[in-house]
């Protein structure tokens, strides 16, 4: 199953583009076996300054045909890292080619694009930056990759 991460907003070179880097590097090395990943970064940018719903459009038209989407909101299900290996599983054994997770700009996702996806999922209650929600969700999509591997990464 391919993951695409869909997120609003460029990613400079920095500290953030090398953990993403890295995380994503080892979740296409863990999860080839598992049938999971390559994952990759596609980065939408509303240079017009139209909000939420412009910022949705450009997301809508990132998202691979047939993809199953997951939105990134603070709203969405809050869940352990095992729980979210078992849904990647289940995704996948459900025979789902492709996998979107969708993160939005400073102002979130607008209510259509959230409407459309299958599931929505939180790091939490507290809003955390895009750029760092980009980290978190490539650290824990080679995590699941690591638990559903039966490897020593994960240690609860």
């Given amino acids: 199953m391919r993951v695409h991460i869909c997120a609003v907003g460029r990613l400079r070179g920095g500290l953030e583009r090398a953990l993403i880097d890295d995380y994503l590097d080892r979740f296409a090395k863990a999860g080839r076996s598992l049938s999971l990943g390559p994952a990759n970064v596609i980065e939408v940018e509303d240079k017009k300054g139209g909000g939420k719903e412009a910022e949705a459009a450009l997301l809508q ?5 047939g993809a199953l989407v997951c939105t990134l909101d603070e709203r ?3 869940m352990t890292s095992p729980g979210f290996a078992e849904m990647l599983a ?5 025979g789902r080619q492709d996998l979107a997770f969708v993160i939005g700009g400073a102002d979130g996702i607008a209510a259509d694009l959230q409407a459309r996806a299958d ?6 209650r507290m809003v955390w930056p895009h750029m760092l929600a980009r980290v978190m969700l490539s650290e824990q999509l080679y995590r699941a990759s690591t638990i559903l591997a039966g490897t020593p990464y994960h240690r609860s």
Avoid: M
Avoid at 61 to 65: C, E, T
Avoid at 90 to 94: I, V
């Fill in 76 to 78: 969405g299900k809050t």
């Fill in 119 to 124: 599931s929505s999922l939180s790091f939490g």
């Fill in 61 to 65: 038209r990132a998202i691979p045909k």
């Fill in 90 to 94: 289940g995704w996948r054994d459900q």
